[in-house]
């Protein structure tokens, strides 16, 4: 059964690092997102993709995050200078028609 | 986005149905009643949705209520792999829209 992959599933940093968070989405799907999840609280929508651009974006998603879709497998999520409230699950997901949306394990980022 | 109202947390036993309820009050009438469950710290996984028809697939069964104010989720036969949270989401139907997580249910089976 396909399903959505995420790489590193650990990452560690540096305060003020940039980091990148890869994803390969389910080959065929058109709509892509992430999220993420601080310890302890809520799933939150950081953004979607689709054809090419974001469709929408939270508040989280200042002018320190940026998504690409550098080839027609990955997605990437990357921050260019990290924070401590940075430090969270983060979740790639993708759906076909975008009704269900398939999510991937998480890449776990921890901001020292 | 329509909020949505579940109880914290809820006990069933291992081989008996668990009925999962959630109020969608203001839900408006093009959205869709999504549910998710998320086991421990793994990506978010969809169960199943529904507009105003009872749904039922591999996995569950959803029972929206005539006047869409609320709906049931159904776990036929719980299983210990079960226990998780489980988030009743209201959404629109158009593909780039988010899912909006709520703090969700915390369902536990017992042996």
């Known amino acids: 059964e396909p399903e959505v992959t995420q790489t590193p599933s650990h990452q560690v940093t540096q305060m003020g690092q940039e980091v990148i968070l890869r994803c390969v989405p389910i080959?065929?799907?058109?709509?892509f997102y992430w999220y993420r999840q601080i310890l302890g609280q809520k799933v939150e929508f950081l953004v979607s993709?689709?054809?090419?651009?974001?469709?929408?974006k939270s508040e989280i998603f200042d002018d320190q995050f940026s998504v690409e879709r550098p080839d027609g497998s990955n997605f990437t999520l990357k921050i260019r200078s990290t924070k401590l409230e940075d430090s969270a699950m983060y979740f790639c997901?993708?759906?076909?028609?975008?009704?269900?949306?398939?999510f991937g394990p998480g890449t776990r980022l921890t901001v020292l | 986005d329509a909020k949505t109202t579940q109880p914290t947390s809820m006990d069933c036993a291992e081989g008996r149905a668990a009925n999962l309820p959630c109020n969608h009050s203001?839900?408006?009438?093009?959205?869709?009643v999504y549910w998710y469950r998320q086991i421990h710290s793994q990506g978010p996984q969809y169960i199943i949705h529904?507009?105003?028809n009872n749904e039922t697939n591999e996995m569950a069964s959803l029972i929206i209520t005539e006047d869409r104010k609320s709906s049931t989720l159904i776990l036929p036969h719980a299983t210990l792999r079960d226990t998780a949270v489980y988030y009743c989401?209201?959404?629109?139907?158009?593909?780039?829209?988010?899912?909006?997580f709520g703090t969700g249910t915390r369902l536990t089976i017992i042996p």
């Open positions: 993709f689709y054809n090419n651009e974001i469709s929408e």
């Open positions: 997901a993708s759906s076909d028609r975008g009704n269900e949306q398939f």
């Open positions: 080959s065929n799907h058109l709509y």
């Open positions: 529904g507009l105003k």
């Open positions: 203001t839900i408006s009438g093009n959205e869709y």
């Open positions: 989401i209201v959404r629109g139907y158009f593909g780039n829209e988010k899912l909006t």
